[in-house]
């Protein structure tokens, strides 16, 4: 990888995502209710200048069985503030994570980042049926 001229600062790896702080809290969910939470408080790092990449997080899922427990949610966002990971990745990494602990009948993530270097960047994933069969 090509290294950023000027200062750079020190981040932490992957690893430092904390998955054990996600929570879940039973949710029988009989009429196919949507849940969506959003914060304008992620912070990750980028792992080319060391410096940080903010964005607003949308999160919408249609639950089977549970919900994520939200001051666990909100550990996990805490956990990227020191971890470079590029954008795309951070979508990817989230999503991953809360689809694997929901197992939800569908989800979709949005990730809006605020402009850097005049370019706005969104990045969304989404997977499952979100229509009853």
């Given at each position: 990888?090509?290294?950023?001229?000027?200062?750079?600062?020190n981040?932490?790896?992957?690893?430092?995502?904390?998955?054990d702080?996600?929570?879940?809290?039973?949710?029988?969910?009989?009429?196919?209710?949507?849940?969506?939470?959003?914060?304008?408080?992620?912070?990750?790092?980028?792992?080319?200048?060391?410096?940080?990449d903010?964005a607003?997080?949308?999160?919408?899922?249609?639950?089977?069985?549970?919900?994520?427990?939200?001051?666990?949610?909100?550990?996990?966002?805490i956990?990227?503030?020191?971890?470079?990971?590029?954008?795309?990745?951070?979508?990817?990494?989230?999503?991953?994570?809360?689809?694997?602990?929901?197992?939800?009948?569908?989800?979709?993530?949005?990730?809006?980042?605020?402009?850097?270097?005049?370019?706005?960047?969104?990045?969304?994933?989404?997977?499952?049926?979100?229509?009853?069969?």
């Amino acid at each position: 990888m090509p290294e950023a001229e000027g200062r750079t600062y020190n981040f932490s790896d992957e690893s430092a995502i904390e998955t054990d702080v996600l929570e879940t809290i039973q949710f029988e969910n009989k009429d196919g209710e949507i849940v969506k939470y959003e914060t304008d408080e992620f912070s990750a790092v980028c792992p080319f200048s060391g410096l940080p990449d903010i964005a607003k997080i949308s999160i919408e899922y249609i639950p089977t069985n549970k919900i994520v427990e939200l001051k666990s949610l909100k550990y996990y966002f805490i956990s990227f503030r020191n971890v470079g990971i590029y954008q795309e990745r951070a979508t990817q990494r989230i999503f991953d994570d809360l689809y694997d602990l929901l197992k939800p009948r569908w989800m979709k993530i949005t990730v809006i980042y605020n402009t850097r270097g005049g370019i706005d960047a969104t990045t969304i994933i989404e997977k499952g049926e979100k229509e009853k069969k």
